[in-house]
């Protein structure tokens, strides 16, 4: 869910979270990010916190990261990887339908 007012929060989706351990203390965290508009968008920049369903405000992320995404064609659906640091293994993370995607698209302006 988007969290800001940008003019594309109507447009972009993301979905499909998927979690992996790339190595001792970091986190591959998988998802899909997709274009439900007609129009190309470059340089998609997001903000990401990842919360579990029953968080409350003041409870920390599950994990906090940044991405960018150079292109995103119309109606494209891409997947996107990012690498995070975790004091967590694997399996003592919420599984995918307990967690919930905040995030702030940061760019195009």
């Not at 007012?5 to 965290?29: D, M, N």
């Not at 998609?44 to 994990?63: H, I, M, Q, R």
């Amino acid at each position: 869910m988007a969290t800001n007012k940008h003019p594309l929060a109507k447009f972009i989706e993301v979905a499909g979270i998927r979690f992996t351990e790339s190595g001792a203390g970091k986190l591959k965290i998988t998802f899909a990010v997709i274009n439900h508009s007609e129009a190309d968008i470059g340089d998609l920049g997001l903000n990401f916190k990842l919360v579990t369903n029953s968080a409350k405000p003041e409870d920390p992320p599950v994990a906090e990261f940044e991405t960018k995404i150079a292109t995103l064609s119309p109606l494209e659906n891409k997947d996107v990887s990012v690498e995070v640091p975790t004091k967590m293994r694997v399996y003592e993370l919420p599984d995918w339908q307990f967690i919930r995607a905040h995030y702030e698209i940061t760019s195009p302006q």
